[in-house]
């Protein structure tokens, strides 16, 4: 194990490398829960307007 991966051993005895907190994806799929939420509060201001 390189001194690198040895630095990403989190105090549970787990590789940082593969949590999905270290990696960005839970981040990634919040933006995009997100952006769906704002897209179909839009379409319905929308269709509530018309």
Do not use: H, P
């Not at 839970?26 to 307007?49: F, G, H, P």
């Amino acid at each position: 194990m390189s001194d690198n991966s040895k630095k990403l051993v989190a105090y549970c005895g787990l590789y940082c490398g593969d949590c999905f907190g270290y990696k960005g994806k839970i981040t990634e799929l919040a933006k995009d829960l997100r952006n769906e939420l704002r897209q179909e509060s839009t379409l319905r201001v929308q269709i509530n307007c018309s």
